[in-house]
């Protein structure tokens, strides 16, 4: 079977404040000040997609997990995962 790649774009939200004399001066300033801090606002908007493509370097058999093979994956049972030497 085909397997295809799916493009998704979920939308975030950011807000800021800005001390100005009317909205229209506010909304300028947040516009054109590279140095302004903004903060996302949190939200539960979908990943919506907007595109597909075949994926011609993709098979089945890339997809599946080889279990004849042992310790293929890390043993998580403790919850830490440790690699590596100083």
């Known amino acids: 079977m085909p397997i295809f790649k799916v493009f998704g774009r979920k ?4 807000y800021t404040s800005v001390t100005a004399p009317d909205e229209q001066i506010a909304y300028d300033y947040a516009l054109n000040n590279d140095h302004i801090q903004w903060f996302e606002i949190e939200g539960d908007d979908p990943i919506e ?5 075949l ?10 997990l080889n ?9 998580m049972t403790s919850g830490i995962v440790s690699t590596g030497t100083n």
Do not use: G, M
């Open 11 to 14: 939308y975030i939200d950011y």
């Open 67 to 75: 279990k004849d093979i042992e310790n293929e994956w890390p043993d």
């Open 55 to 64: 994926d011609e370097y993709t098979s089945d058999e890339d997809l599946q």
């Open 49 to 53: 997609p907007y595109d597909v493509f």
